[in-house]
């Protein structure tokens, strides 16, 4: 006899789907949710079939609604995502993230002589050159760069 250990639906928060597979963990990390215990249920799901992309992750957050910012962060990570808001058991709001053209203040330049990285009061800006495997282009110095978790 086979035994499955399903995961219960929410009544309050955010479900992450469609992530990218094996960014599950990542997503964790740039919403925060691997550094303090969490306060509320986090559930992850990994390496689960899909019919669109053959396999997906998918995150479920109890009792928090992402911000705008989270959601671009996202995007950039796994451009496929979808984030489902759930208020009493139901779907109230369902976002497709789509990567924006431009990234400004949401990663960091990776070439250490970057403007961005001296001590001059700069916003950080990318230019997106490729959406999969994403690529950034930085405004200031032309560096091309891969996103990276640790510079989100």
């Not at 984030?83 to 053209?101: L, T, Y």
């Amino acid at each position: 006899m086979r035994k499955e250990l399903k995961i219960s639906a929410i009544r309050n928060g955010t479900v992450i789907d469609h992530i990218t597979s094996g960014m599950a963990l990542k997503v964790l990390h740039i919403l925060g949710l691997d550094e303090d215990p969490p306060t509320s249920t986090v559930s992850v799901i990994m390496h689960v079939p899909s019919r669109v992309h053959s396999f997906k992750d998918i995150v479920k957050i109890e009792d928090r609604e992402l911000k705008k910012q989270e959601l671009n962060r996202i995007a950039l990570l796994s451009p496929h995502a979808t984030i489902n808001i759930i208020r009493d058991g139901e779907v109230a709001e369902k976002h497709h993230v789509r990567p924006p053209r431009e990234v400004v203040d949401l990663a960091s330049c990776e070439n250490p002589n970057c403007i961005t990285n001296s001590r001059e009061p700069v916003s950080t800006r990318f230019k997106v050159i490729r959406k999969e495997p994403m690529v950034l282009k930085c405004v200031y110095c032309g560096r091309e760069q891969d996103v990276c978790v640790e510079r989100l």
